[in-house]
């Protein structure tokens, strides 16, 4: 059964970081685009990084020099380290799977059950 378990999330003061963790059961990890999402109250779910198996990477505009995305694929594991933070970015964070993913959820078959990060002003 594939899971995918986020971590990290929390409270923190404008300027400040944090590192959101996203560990997977999946037996093919290394092959499949990782993904994060994010969901504010009254907002549809929207794209907010995303790497692909080659290492390549993608990024929501709005978080492009503040965010980074990365792997470690012997951990089957996925980070989003957030710095700068806004209370913008305040949103419930989801990871996701998918063997060909982009930019779209649509393209992710696997999600997790979301990590809560909070950002005060």
């Known amino acids: 059964q594939v899971q995918l378990v986020e971590s990290g999330g929390g409270l923190v003061q404008a300027g400040g970081s944090l590192r959101l963790s996203c560990a997977a059961s999946?037996?093919?990890?290394?092959?499949?685009?990782m993904g994060w999402f994010r969901q504010a109250p009254g907002k549809e779910r929207e794209f907010v990084a995303i790497?692909?198996?080659?290492?390549?990477?993608s990024y929501e505009d709005s978080v492009k020099g503040r965010f980074i995305i990365s792997r470690d694929n012997a951990k089957n594991t996925v980070y989003l380290q957030m710095n700068s933070l806004k209370p913008e970015d305040t949103a419930v964070y989801y990871c996701?799977?998918?063997?060909?993913?982009?930019?779209?959820?649509?393209?992710?078959?696997?999600w997790g059950q979301g990590t809560q990060v909070t950002v005060s002003s």
């Open positions: 790497i692909r198996w080659s290492g390549g990477t």
């Open positions: 999946l037996r093919a990890f290394s092959t499949y685009t």
């Open positions: 996701a799977a998918g063997p060909r993913g982009g930019g779209s959820s649509a393209e992710y078959d696997y």
